[in-house]
């Protein structure tokens, strides 16, 4: 959530930053009434308590005196009605204002290019080379199915489209891959981390899934508790510190945790309906961390880095970019994406987001660090895919794939492969 005090001190700054993030200044302009209303109404409760306790002061002393204080009593009771009427409008006017502002998107960081949508975006680089093959590449799908390995028919026939299973080696492979990337980001300082795959309403309102995004997960409702899927690991790992306030002396603090990740693709319908790029459920291994404000953008660099190095030791072709102000979540204030290499699509696709989203999440879960001074400050929240896991397997199987059907193992999986350097039609059940 952005910073009230922004807004009311920097309106016109804010609003244009804001605008390039798709929100009216009509809608700003909301919020500022409703602020200006809270604003005057807790003027006049302040004033009625100050009544309210002269009133009390003047009633005791009449008591001491022994004089008739009734009628002060009876008023008494009656500014009691009115302030406790203000305080309910001033709960309102809050309600009305927060519910606003919950549906606002975090200030784009300076630098960040402006744009609506994905063709704003800007390349940073592109590394590795792409594959030539001397055969038409089948797509990741075509390859799993031949072998075997994938099967998306018995997946829709368990749990409807958008399921599959894999199998044998499939399934191997997909385990070597995230068991590979967990080490990998364990070396680099993350802590393993196992987190709940539930998580309940505040959670994902801190990390600013909900309330705007409700259609985009699955919930579910049991003993009276309204619990979700998780869409992301960044839900349950972000919110470990919601409500804490973290010794300063320890940021920065990163995590790492693989989990599945549950989502219902509203708004999707038609795009990439076969293969593993858009499921409903999937793998994926998710870097957190936290960070003093004046480390954060350093924090975001180290983290696109520490996704890119996956990729370059899988060896496989991939570029970054940097997201315009379009094209970024909702909680981030700037973004890289990476995208690997998708030879039957002949273009990139993205496998990871790394984004650093400030003090946006920290507000809305109240994530603090100490200061120097022993004084609570703000946090600041990164996320990123250290990778998308099923979509890592999509990219093996389309870059490694050979002419009779077979898959070459990228050498750093091979001890996580048990050995295996080739998935063929022999081996590809085990």
């Given amino acids: ?53 002269q009133t009390s002061e003047e009633i005791a002393q009449l008591k001491r005196n022994k004089e008739d204080a009734d009628d002060k009593i009876k008023a008494m009771q009656e500014l009691g009605e009115e302030i406790s009427k203000l305080d309910q409008e001033v709960k309102e006017v809050e309600n009305k204002r927060h519910d606003i502002l919950a549906r606002i998107p975090n200030l784009p960081a300076e630098g960040v290019p402006v744009g609506e949508d994905e063709d704003d975006n800007e390349e ?41 299973y894999y199998r044998g080696m499939g399934a191997k492979l997909e385990r070597a ?5 967990l080490d990998q980001h364990a070396k680099e300082g993350y ?6 795959y539930l998580a309940n309403d505040q959670a994902m309102y801190g990390t600013g899934q909900f309330p705007k995004f409700t259609e985009d997960v699955f919930q579910i409702e ?19 510190y919601a409500g804490d306030i973290i010794p300063g002396e320890e940021l920065p603090i990163k995590f790492t945790a693989m989990s599945p990740c549950f989502r219902s693709e509203a708004g999707s319908a038609g795009r990439d309906t076969r293969g593993l790029i858009r499921l409903h459920q999937f793998h994926k291994v998710e870097m957190v961390k936290f960070a003093k404000p004046d480390q954060s953008f350093d924090e975001l660099e180290s983290m696109t880095q520490n996704a890119e190095n996956i990729l370059e030791m899988l060896k496989l072709p991939y570029r970054r970019i940097v997201l315009c102000t379009g094209d970024m979540g909702f909680s981030a204030s700037k973004t890289y994406d990476i995208e690997v290499w998708i030879p039957a699509q002949d273009t990139y696709r993205e496998i990871s987001s790394c984004s650093n989203c400030v003090d946006f999440q920290a507000r809305r879960a109240k994530i603090r660090y100490r200061d120097e001074n022993g004084k609570p400050q703000l946090a ?3 996320n990123g895919s250290g990778l998308a896991v099923g979509r890592t397997v ?11 059907g077979s898959v070459t193992i990228p050498e750093v999986l091979v001890p996580y492969m048990g050995g295996v350097t080739k998935i063929t039609k022999e081996n590809a059940l085990g």
């Fill in 1 to 53: 959530m952005i910073d009230m005090r922004q807004l009311r001190n920097n309106f016109e700054e804010t609003a244009q930053l804001l605008e390039t993030r798709g929100v009216s200044r009509e809608e700003l302009g909301q919020v500022m009434a409703l602020d200006e209303d809270r604003r005057k109404l807790l003027v006049q409760v302040e004033e009625q308590k100050k009544v309210r306790n």
């Fill in 124 to 164: 940073i680089h592109r590394k590795g080379d792409l594959p030539d093959f001397d055969f038409t590449p089948k797509a990741h799908y075509e390859i799993g199915e031949d072998l075997g390995i994938l099967d998306f028919a018995a997946g829709g026939k368990v749990a409807g489209s958008r399921f599959l």
């Fill in 177 to 181: 891959l995230y068991n590979f990337m």
């Fill in 191 to 196: 802590i393993e981390t196992i987190t709940p």
């Fill in 222 to 240: 049991h003993d009276d508790r309204d619990l979700t899927l998780i869409p992301t690991a960044e839900v349950t790992l972000t919110n470990y």
């Fill in 380 to 382: 600041h929240t990164l």
């Fill in 394 to 404: 999509a990219a093996v199987l389309e870059n490694y794939q050979n002419a009779d």
